[in-house]
């Protein structure tokens, strides 16, 4: 694990869309909370698994954080076990505010794309910037048939814009970019083609790269995959990886030190070197050249086709 873990109350469950669960954390002891950086996460210990969730909180409220969380059922069930298994009152052990996404200072005005769950990394910035003033406008984009996740967490009406499905969000976009004012930074949340349009869009229409920024949103949690063995070069351990656990799992709990961040594959902060065997890689951090060379993996969500991976650790 990449931070110290405290044990908070759940102390309240809200459901602001299908599938969504907004869990409220406070501090056992009632202590106050360290402010973090708009756009943060924490990781989550969710039973015998370990996620990384956005905070949705206002990043100045010392009182509590809050996360919400899509229920994927075809995930390892670490978000099936923050929906079904943990209820108002329970403890749940929740790591220090990270940051890796946060609002670029130098923008004029924000314009913000959050597609789906992708939307809550937003949620925080929101609060940071109505408290000073920062000209934003958000874009949420949701499924047909799915409520609108933001409609209920408290963005004001005029900022919000809601797009149902990805094909109204494409038609809306062209105008969006157009009428930007200068000094407008891009900012998207969400599935990696939804990202690759978005920004692929803005450079059609000369955007700069240092305008343009995201977070891809790989989808919460690695699927299982077939067992294998991952050998530590440096100690000589080998640990069997179970076909419901992650790779980066097993070495946290060999005490190998790897640190995390994302714990979905964008970034970058968990990567090992590759001495043998064959990744299987289902990350989005690494490049063609990289996967080809088989080299390097991601532990978060890569594994390995073939029986031994054995690693630089
Ligand atoms: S923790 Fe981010 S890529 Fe693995």
């Given at each position: 694990m990449s931070a110290a873990m405290r044990p908070m109350r759940v102390a309240a469950v809200e459901e602001?869309?299908?599938?969504v669960r907004t869990l409220r954390l406070e501090p056992l002891d009632g202590g106050a909370l360290a402010p973090f950086a708009p756009g943060s996460h924490v990781e989550l210990r969710c039973g015998e698994r370990v996620n990384a969730y956005s905070l949705t909180s206002d990043?100045?409220?010392?009182t509590h954080y809050a996360v919400s969380v899509l229920r994927v059922?075809?995930?390892?069930g670490g978000s099936r076990w923050l929906h079904d298994a943990l209820a108002p009152g329970q403890e749940v052990e929740v790591g220090a505010p990270r940051s890796?996404?946060?609002?670029?200072?130098?923008?004029?005005?924000h314009l913000l794309v959050g597609a789906g769950i992708g939307l809550t990394p937003f949620l925080s910035y929101v609060a940071h910037f109505e408290r000073r003033g920062i000209s934003y406008e958000l874009h949420h984009v949701h499924r047909a048939g799915d409520g609108p996740h933001a409609a209920a967490l408290g963005v004001p009406a005029p900022r919000l814009h809601l797009h149902r499905g990805r094909g109204a969000f494409a038609a809306a976009l062209p105008r969006l970019l157009d009428e930007a004012a200068i000094g407008t930074h891009l900012s998207v949340c969400g599935p990696p083609a939804m990202i690759d349009e978005a920004l692929g869009a803005a450079r059609e229409r000369?955007?700069?790269?240092?305008r343009l920024h995201s977070e891809r949103f790989v989808g919460v949690e690695a699927p299982p995959g077939t067992p294998f063995r991952v050998r530590?070069?440096?100690?000589?351990a080998e640990l069997p990886v179970g076909a419901d656990e992650t790779l980066l799992e097993v070495l946290e709990r060999a005490g190998t030190g790897l640190p995390s961040l994302?714990?979905?594959?964008?970034?970058?902060?968990?990567r090992a070197g590759v001495l043998a065997g064959e990744p299987q890689h289902h990350d989005l951090y690494l490049s063609d050249e990289e996967r080809a060379s088989?080299?390097?993996?991601?532990p978060c969500v890569s594994r390995c086709a073939s029986p031994v991976l054995e690693l630089d650790l």
């Open positions: 602001p869309a299908p599938r990043p100045r409220d010392a059922a075809e995930g390892r890796a996404f946060a609002p670029p200072a130098a923008a004029r005005h000369g955007w700069p790269e240092g530590l070069a440096r100690s000589g994302c714990r979905q594959g964008v970034c970058g902060e968990c088989g080299t390097a993996i991601m």
